[in-house]
């Protein structure tokens, strides 16, 4: 979750800094103040400062259009930054008895369930998604929050209904709906449903397994699998080996687990969490932890592929490629500045 | 930000035979020389051209920023890295050093 933290965070500081908000003419005392805070937030310099403004905010005006971006911010920022969970929490759940609208609820409430690891909210996950809906379907987005915080809360049930609602909606008719201003092909439609429908099916998989159905988890698993959503690298987008591999360790399928973890260590893209499994079914494989550097090191002489070549241009204008550093260890970086 | 601290692994292991290519994947001309003016780096720094921000974005399918990849002196890659938190220098360095 902490990355998903991190991009939260800049949504809440780009929609600060641009205002988002609509501001209507005449007196509305909530725009005023929103109009102040921004000014504020442009020159407070420290997370406690920021945490003191959407603070100050939240109590003045728990109900408003602002009221997801003021949560947000003190989550991250008092709740991570400060480490402060409880503190942060104490602040947003005040003004979350105070909204009436569900949908304001709802955003609030997902805002906080990233505070999910260290405070304990496992009864208001399921209250505030039953809360929204009572009034209308949730999203596939919102399922798959719900689900996956759930799945951190190991919150085993919710995370099987709200995987199970996620997929549901995982259609390429919904998700055109779901972004009316894009137009995608075709086939970035069927790439986009195929990750949510893998994605949500491994979900669903690593809950039925805690719910104690391994046979059931199994057919997630394999189901995912086959309709695929892969790196670059040919492992999975999604937590499937992580969970499968998990999932295959406790059952004593050893030789599944090294293979699903091993790939996932190496190439995946939460690969230090499955580390420990990785080794542990190693261990339980091979009675001792001697020589694990070398299996691990075999696993990838045999996994990794040729790097594909590409052709661009340096800030000088001058045509570059990536076989030019043939013969080198390379590192290839994506960034962008921030 | 990850570049910067990438800078003096570059440094450490350059005169062994190591590389890093770093591509700007969403082609922010003006941000990024700065950002490479200010922070000093040395090492290759690729602009995406128009069009191929898509071409390298889909052959790699990168997802996320920053993503990582450690490619060794045979072409092939040994490693992926999505992220960079404090200490991922540290795994990034061992894993450097392994195939050097």
């Known amino acids: 979750m902490r990355r998903t933290t991190v991009l939260v965070a800049l949504a809440v500081l780009i929609g600060l800094a641009t205002g988002c908000a609509k501001v209507e003419d005449g007196p509305d005392p909530a725009e005023a103040a929103y109009d102040a805070l921004k000014t504020a937030w442009d020159e407070a310099e420290t997370a406690e400062a920021k945490v003191a403004l959407a603070t100050d905010y939240l109590a003045e005006y728990p109900d408003t259009s602002h009221s997801g971006r003021m949560a947000s911010a003190i989550v991250y920022y008092q709740g991570h930054e400060m480490a402060d969970p409880q503190g942060a929490w104490d602040v947003v759940s005040v003004a979350l008895a105070q909204i009436d609208d569900p949908e304001r609820r709802f955003e609030v409430g997902m805002e906080v369930f990233d505070l999910g690891d260290s405070v304990d909210l496992t009864l208001n996950i399921a209250v505030i998604a039953n809360d929204l809906g009572g009034v209308r379907s949730l999203t596939f987005d919102e399922h798959e929050t719900v689900a996956e915080t759930a799945i951190e809360l190991e919150e085993w049930t919710i995370a099987d209904e709200h995987s199970l609602g996620a997929l549901e909606m995982a259609t390429p008719e919904q998700l055109r709906a779901d972004y009316p201003d894009r137009e995608f092909s075709d086939e970035e439609v069927a790439v986009r449903v195929q990750r949510r429908q893998a994605s949500m099916l ?11 159905d391994p046979e059931l988890a199994m057919n997630r698993f394999e189901a995912a699998d086959e309709i695929g959503s892969e790196t670059y690298l040919g492992v999975p987008n999604t937590p499937l080996y992580q969970y499968w ?25 939460e690969g230090s969490l499955a580390k420990p499994y990785l080794r542990e079914a190693y261990v339980a494989k091979t009675g001792s932890d001697e020589g694990f550097d070398e299996f691990l ?13 590409f052709e661009l241009l340096d800030y000088e204008g001058n045509a570059r490629s990536l076989s030019e550093a043939n013969g080198k260890v390379t590192l290839l970086a994506f960034w962008f500045p921030t | 930000m990850e570049l910067p601290r990438l800078q003096p692994l570059y440094e450490k292991y350059k005169d062994q035979g190591f590389e890093i290519i770093a591509v700007d994947g969403k082609r922010d001309t ?10 000093g780096l040395t090492y290759t720094m690729l602009e995406n051209g128009e069009g191929n921000s898509e071409i390298v974005g889909a052959k790699y399918k990168v997802r996320a920023y920053p993503s990582s990849f450690l490619i060794d002196r045979n072409g092939k890659v040994m490693y992926f890295h999505l992220g960079f938190e404090p ?5 990034l360095e061992e894993e450097i050093q392994s195939l050097l």
């Open chain 1, 202 to 212: 491994t979900t669903d998989g690593w809950a039925l397994f805690n719910l104690g």
């Open chain 1, 245 to 269: 591999g998990r999932a295959a360790l406790a059952e004593g399928d050893l030789d599944r687990a090294m293979d699903l973890l091993g790939a996932e260590v190496l190439f995946g893209e």
């Open chain 2, 30 to 39: 003006e941000r990024a020389t700065k950002f490479i003016e200010e922070n």
């Open chain 1, 297 to 309: 090191w075999s696993t990838r002489n045999r996994l990794a592929t040729l790097a594909d070549d």
């Open chain 2, 87 to 91: 200490g991922d220098e540290e795994q």
